[in-house]
């Protein structure tokens, strides 16, 4: 069973910058395209950035275009979204994951960012 563990999250300002890291089997990141996605209360999983894991093409939603940034060390295993001007619609439980999972419903627990006003 392939684990990810997110950490990162917690309580910012509007405007405001966090780095959430995630940390994954290190071959997964060599073989499988891995996302960020995040869940607002009473809403369903949003795919807010991905990364492939041949040429590192990213692609992002447009409510984070600009603002998040992704990036990934395959070495160490661990991926990382950098958010920036965080916005309280920013608000959710992050996850980090492949493309894969999500589409199956696999999910970790997640690491929980609050933008407040």
């Known amino acids: 069973q392939v684990q990810f563990l997110e950490s990162g999250g917690g309580l910012v300002q509007a405007g405001g910058s966090l780095r959430l890291s995630c940390t994954a089997p290190?071959?997964?990141?060599?073989?499988?395209?891995v996302a960020w996605y995040r869940q607002a209360p009473g809403k369903e999983h949003e795919l807010v950035a991905s990364m492939s894991p041949g040429d590192d093409n990213t692609v992002y939603s447009d409510s984070v275009k600009g603002r998040f940034a992704i990036s990934r060390d395959k070495a160490k295993g661990t991926m990382y979204l950098q958010m920036n001007s965080l916005k309280r619609e920013d608000t959710a439980l992050y996850f980090c994951?492949?493309?894969?999972?999500?589409?199956?419903?696999?999910w970790g627990q997640g690491t929980q960012v609050t933008v407040s006003p």
């Open positions: 994951n492949t493309i894969w999972r999500a589409g199956r419903d696999y």
């Open positions: 290190a071959i997964i990141f060599t073989t499988d395209t």
